[in-house]
Structures are given as structure tokens and as C-alpha cells.
């Protein structure tokens, strides 16, 4: 088999299988409905667990050896995300949405668009360790599919939360899984042009984590009134980010 087969396989493997999770959640349409809140806090933990034990010591990793600010652009990110979010805010705000419908149509962009950079640096990463020797490129997308589970299952019952129908949510997240392909099919053809950009990538993303994360999904929590419900939300937080932590960290001694 080729390496731009092997690369196609396993990125396949990487993104698309790993929206099993969050298909399997799904199925349980009205249970789903109920914990979606939870879900939501849980995605929040992961997300930040994500930025700071993935993606973070990733870029700082490659960047150093390319002298890039990895810091810089991860700001670059969060600021970015800014003014995306605002600007959502004031074309939704000029098509007369009311407020409580604004949060949730500006959050959902966020999330897609992050998520979707995310699958591509994950396209751009298997194919680029393919490039340098097969059994690297199989440990590495096996280790993208391990970290992106928790995430997926987190990103679905956000999107659920945020009011996407389940026909859309899986829609989607297919699509955006799919841009893997891209990424993985332009590092193979340009090789280290591209693949010497993934630092910024990887800490763009970083930082449009962090800003979902503390700025659209924090907040609601601190909203909860519901007794005991706070809590709860609180404790799944800190679970998404011990999930993610594991995770790395079995993939790393693997």
C-alpha cells in the first residue's frame, strides 16, 4: 500500500471514526436532551484540557525548533475569536434575534469553525508523520483518535445544547471531520511548505479553545441557579480536564 494510502486510511480512522462517540450519544435522542447542560460543562473541561495538555506543549515543541512565539499567536487566537464573536453578535442583533438566541447562534460558529481547524491540523499532523515512516503515522492517528473521543462526545452535546437538531450535529461534525482530508492530502503534496506553519495553526487553536471554553461555556455555569445543579457542573469541568489529561498522557507512555 502506498503512503498516500495509508495516509487516507488513517486519517479516515483519526477523524471520522472518532464521531462515533457523540453518533452513539445521539441515538439516545431524549436522554441527550436532558444532560445536555452537563455535557456542555463537560465539553468546557475538555476544550481547556485540550489546549493545555495537547495542543499547547505541541506547538511549543515544534515551535521552538522554528523559532515561532508560540504565546503570541495562541493570543493571536483568543483575539481573533473576539472579534469573530462580536461581530456575530452585531449581525444577528441587526436580523432582530432576541438576546437569549444571539448566545446561542454566536457560540455555535465558534465551535464549528474551532473544531474544524482542529480536524485539520490533525490531517496535517498523520500525514505528515506518514511522510517520515508508517509506523509513526499509525501510532499518530491512532493517538488523534484516542484525544478527539472525549472531544466529540463534549462537541455534540454542546451543539444539542446550543439547539442544533440531530440531523444538522451530525452533519456538521461529518464535514468537519472531513476537512482532515485536506489537511492530510496538502502536507503530502507540499510537504514542508505547510507542515512548517503547524505551530500557529496549533496555537490558533489553542487559543480559540480557551476563549470557547472560559468565555461562552464558563459563564453559563456561573448562571445555574438550580440547587445542586452547579455543582454538578462544576465537578464535570474538572473531569473533561482530567479525561483529556489521561488521555495525553497514556498516548504519550504508549
Known amino acids: ?53 495537547d495542543l499547547l506543549p505541541e506547538a511549543l515543541q515544534q515551535g521552538e525548533k522554528a523559532k515561532i512565539d508560540i504565546f503570541f499567536w495562541t493570543l493571536a487566537g483568543l483575539v481573533l475569536f473576539f472579534f ?36 485539520f491540523i490533525d490531517g496535517v499532523i498523520i500525514a505528515a508523520t506518514f511522510t517520515v515512516n508508517i ?6 492517528a491512532l493517538a488523534v483518535l484516542a484525544h478527539e473521543l472525549p472531544q466529540e462526545v463534549g462537541d455534540f452535546g454542546l451543539m444539542l445544547h446550543k439547539g ?24 503530502y503534496i507540499l510537504g ?7 505551530p500557529i495553526f496549533i496555537a490558533l487553536t489553542a487559543g480559540f479553545f480557551i476563549y470557547i471554553a472560559s468565555s461562552d461555556l464558563i459563564p453559563e455555569i456561573h ?12 465537578f464535570l469541568v474538572v473531569l473533561g480536564i482530567i479525561v483529556v489529561y489521561i488521555t495525553v498522557t497514556l498516548v504519550e507512555h504508549s
Open 223 to 234: 448562571h445555574e441557579k438550580r440547587k445542586g445543579f452547579a455543582a454538578i457542573e462544576s
Open 164 to 187: 442544533l437538531s440531530r440531523k444538522k450535529i451530525i452533519l456538521v461534525n461529518i464535514t468537519s471531520a472531513a476537512v482532515a482530508f485536506i489537511g492530510a492530502v496538502g502536507t
Open 84 to 119: 469573530l464573536e462580536r461581530s456575530i453578535h452585531w449581525f444577528h442583533h441587526h436580523e432582530q434575534y432576541h438576546e437569549e438566541d444571539n448566545d446561542s447562534k454566536s457560540t455555535l460558529p465558534l465551535i464549528i469553525i474551532s473544531d474544524t481547524m482542529h480536524n
Open 1 to 53: 500500500m502506498s503512503t498516500l494510502a495509508y495516509i487516507l486510511l488513517f486519517t479516515f480512522i483519526g477523524s471520522i471514526i472518532a464521531l462515533a462517540g457523540g453518533i452513539i450519544l445521539l441515538s439516545r435522542e431524549k436522554l441527550a436532551l436532558k444532560i445536555s447542560h452537563f455535557l456542555a460543562s463537560f465539553a468546557a473541561g475538555v476544550l481547556l484540557g485540550t489546549a493545555f495538555f
Open 135 to 140: 509506523p509513526l503515522g499509525i501510532v499518530t
Open 192 to 198: 514542508d511548505i505547510l507542515a512548517g506553519y503547524l
